[in-house]
């Protein structure tokens, strides 16, 4: 055994060991929408005195952090996203109002002496008028203590006396409190002046009396008090969060924020195992019946590709969210390309040279499709790369799924396979029956395609009229019909319910149109589902909202809600526009170094061509452009980019082989060769994507149908987009980058060029 072949054998079963070992011991982090609850995503605002930069940011998060806390979240997380952005997820909170009141609380903490009881207009001297908690208005004198002088507060449980919850406040200086509760205690019980307000984003959060223990001018004193009352549990830590919180160093506002129940998070995993399951199946069929022992083996390769990923997720410690998880499913799909283009090769090289050994024909099958693998998983990583960077809460966990899944892939194919394959072909049983292998025959497409040899690219510019058609029905539709931008492009909420009862959507945006919402779109989701969508709302208003469908359904439970500000929402369409964009040109730099650029522009140019017609065809369907669009749609640029790169690297191939043949001939030659490969990952995917839309569940749907349309489109484009116009691009005599022209003598006033196609044409039958 050579020592590649022996560092593979290593390599191989110690990855799988290393996997497995990581899978057992650490569970992968689920995200919201997988097992419920609410995140919110906060941004900083700058005040005359304070700039809301890293730094301010980062004090904002330590005192959400002990605001959360004390609110008694199970695994509550908060990070911090740029430089004013902080992430709050809270598992199992799936009513938000409170959680984001205690979070978007962020004045001064003050504590005032309160002059009596009244109504009408505050006088000046720093006197202000506002309502306590019983909604009595109170007039309070200057703030004779703030938030620094206090040093915490607690919530406690009298166990002794019995007297229920209180709370404990410990100052830095009681003198300030000593005063200001001797003052209070000189006025008779019952009296508003005997009483001291706590105020907070200019809301009383306590105004508690003082004691009648307590003798005038003396106070409180010893450094700490306590407040009594009627308190729950509950009440009485929110008091003492609020007061030891105190006040955040810059404002927050509220830019986006999701709940998800957990039923919808249980369906979904089921869905997706499901879907992950059947089509997993189904694809793993369809290789042992094309592939026979080579199949079987691919399948065992890809079941360790399943758990190299899962690790990896696990290891890295990164979030699986529910795009993530159609992400996850979906590579699972394309780790297929990579075998087929290994067998396919080492069918070629059996069929070729008649090889009597299987195992020199899969070892130049391997060699072979290496460069063709390389490339194509590059350019994926490109779209997963862009997604991580440029995008954020699912559609950036789908693209680390998606760049751990090509990675695991590679690992997959060019070691697990590998080293499987070959220890298998070595054998003797299997070289007495080389048919077994899968790889001793070519396969009915290709020998269809052998006996047929049509010319595909005869008149490419045919094929490129019927693209730019295609491309003009489908761009008429974005013209006609318009994009249906989701709430993540455009800011608003988004509340989905499931109702006892079926509720009409006519019906349910009529009553919502008397209850003070007419621009409310009103959607069915399902047998008892129902979407809402509006302009952005406050709680309260979303409150008002429930009730009204809860009404017309016999009760309500909200599955879902998301409310994204609309700064957050322009930003949003404006990255992914900038995805795109760079995407695109990311492609064209990457495949132009590898290429030509003559090459790199026609595989951007079919990427446009794909990007157009899945965008067109969504907005003739009425369908949502919103995240989980956008990552399919960057997930077709990279999968669409595959079937160009394996052609344009297939004709690179032959064009060194054979210097002389025009670009039309060998471009035609290179599709008849890599069209097997072509339709079988094509059909391997398409189970994934089939089992995803269909047993999926609603929330993948799109997702899945995009993935479809975006395969489709792109294997045809490959070949009568791409193609065509490299040859339109390239002419007829530039070759691409590897290769050279032949040195050919000048005739007459023509050039070398024009003389050399000129020979070729009249040549061209003869071969």
């Known amino acids: 055994m050579k020592r590649p072949a022996r560092v593979r054998a290593l390599f191989a079963p110690a990855v799988i060991a290393l996997s497995l070992y990581v899978a057992v011991t650490l569970p992968v982090r689920l995200g919201l929408d997988l097992r419920g609850g609410t995140q919110i995503v906060l941004e900083t605002r700058s005040t005359p005195t304070t700039e809301a930069d890293g730094e301010a940011t980062d004090r904002t998060l330590e005192v959400l952090r002990g605001r959360i806390d004390a609110l008694g979240v199970a695994e509550p997380t908060l990070v911090r996203s740029g430089e004013d952005r902080i992430i709050v997820e809270l598992p199992g909170v799936q009513d938000p109002r409170r959680a984001a009141d205690v979070l978007g609380r962020t004045a001064q903490l003050s504590v005032h002496p309160v002059l009596g009881s009244g109504s009408g207009e505050a006088e000046g001297g720093g006197e202000r008028l506002l309502p306590d908690e019983s909604g009595e208005r109170l007039r309070l004198g200057a703030p004779s203590l703030t938030g620094e002088d206090v040093e915490g507060a607690e919530a406690r449980f009298d166990q002794q006396s019995g007297a229920g919850w209180h709370v404990t406040v410990d100052f830095r200086d009681d003198r300030g409190w000593a005063r200001l509760t001797g003052e209070a205690a000189c006025r008779p019980a019952g009296d508003p002046q005997r009483r001291v307000a706590v105020v907070l984003d200019d809301k009383i959060i306590s105004s508690p009396q003082v004691d009648p223990s307590v003798s005038c001018g003396a106070g409180i004193t010893g450094g700490s008090t306590r407040i009594t009352g009627s308190f729950s549990s509950d009440e009485a830590r929110e008091l003492a969060l609020l007061i030891s919180g105190g006040a955040l160093p810059v404002p927050v506002e509220t830019v986006e924020q999701r709940t998800v129940g957990p039923t919808l998070g249980a369906e979904a995993i089921a869905a997706s195992t499901w879907a992950a399951v059947v089509g997993t199946a189904l694809t793993a069929v369809f290789i042992v019946v094309v592939y026979r022992l080579m199949g079987v083996l691919a399948t065992i390769a890809l079941a360790c590709y399943g758990l190299i990923s899962y690790a990896a997720l696990a290891a890295l410690g990164a979030t699986l969210t529910l795009p993530g998880l159609a992400g996850f499913v979906l590579t699972i799909g394309m780790a297929v390309d990579a075998n087929v283009l290994v067998f396919e090769r080492a069918r070629e090289e059996y069929a070729a040279r008649n090889r009597p050994s299987g195992r020199s024909a899969l070892t130049a099958g391997f060699k072979g499709a290496f460069s063709a693998i390389a490339d194509s998983n590059i350019t994926t990583l490109i779209a997963a790369v862009l997604l991580f960077l440029l995008a954020s809460g699912p559609v950036r966990g789908f693209g680390v799924t998606l760049g751990i899944g090509v990675l695991a892939s590679m690992i997959s194919t060019l070691v697990i396979t590998r080293v499987l394959t070959e220890y298998a072909v070595g054998r003797r049983s299997v070289h007495r029956r080389p048919r077994s292998t899968g790889i001793a025959s070519t396969g009915r497409v290709r020998d269809r395609l052998t006996r047929r040899d049509p010319q595909l690219m005869r008149r490419p510019r045919r094929w490129l009229a019927v693209c730019v058609g295609v491309l003009v029905l489908s761009a008429s539709g974005i013209a006609v019909r318009g994009l249906d931008f989701g709430v993540e492009f455009t800011g608003g909420r988004l509340i989905e319910y499931s109702t006892a009862a079926p509720v009409d959507p006519d019906r349910a945006r009529a009553a919502l149109a008397d209850a003070g919402f007419p621009q409310a779109v009103v959607q069915s989701s399902g047998d008892n589902g129902l979407t809402v969508r509006t302009e952005e709302l406050g709680n309260d208003e979303a409150a008002e909202v429930a009730e009204t469908i809860g009404g017309l359904g016999g009760g309500a439970e909200k599955v879902r809600d998301e409310l994204i500000g609309p700064s957050l929402g322009d930003e949003l369409r404006r990255n992914a526009l900038v995805a795109l964009g760079l995407a695109l040109g990311a492609q064209l730099l990457y495949l132009a170094v590898r290429f030509r650029w003559t090459f790199g522009t026609a595989a951007v140019g079919a990427l446009a061509h794909d990007v157009v017609v899945l965008t067109g065809i969504f907005a003739w369907l009425g369908k949502p452009i919103d995240g989980v669009f956008l990552a399919a749609l960057l997930t077709v640029i990279g999968y669409s980019v595959n079937d160009s790169v394996v052609v344009f690297d297939r004709i690179r191939e032959l064009w060194r082989k054979d210097r002389g043949t025009p670009l039309a001939q060998v471009t035609n030659r290179a599709i008849l060769q890599t069209l097997p490969r ?72 023509g050039s070398a060029d024009g003389d050399r196609t000129k020979a070729l044409t009249r040549e061209a039958p003869g071969r």
């Open 678 to 749: 072509t339709v079988n990952t094509g059909i391997g995917a398409a189970f994934v994507l089939t089992a995803l839309a269909v047993l999926g569940g609603d929330s993948l749907t799109d997702f899945a149908l995009a993935l479809l349309i975006g395969l489709a489109v792109g294997t045809y484009s490959s070949v009568f987009t791409a193609a065509p116009l490299a040859i339109e691009l390239n002419g007829r005599g530039a070759a691409p980058r590897g290769t050279r022209r032949p040195d050919t003598p000048r005739h007459g006033g």
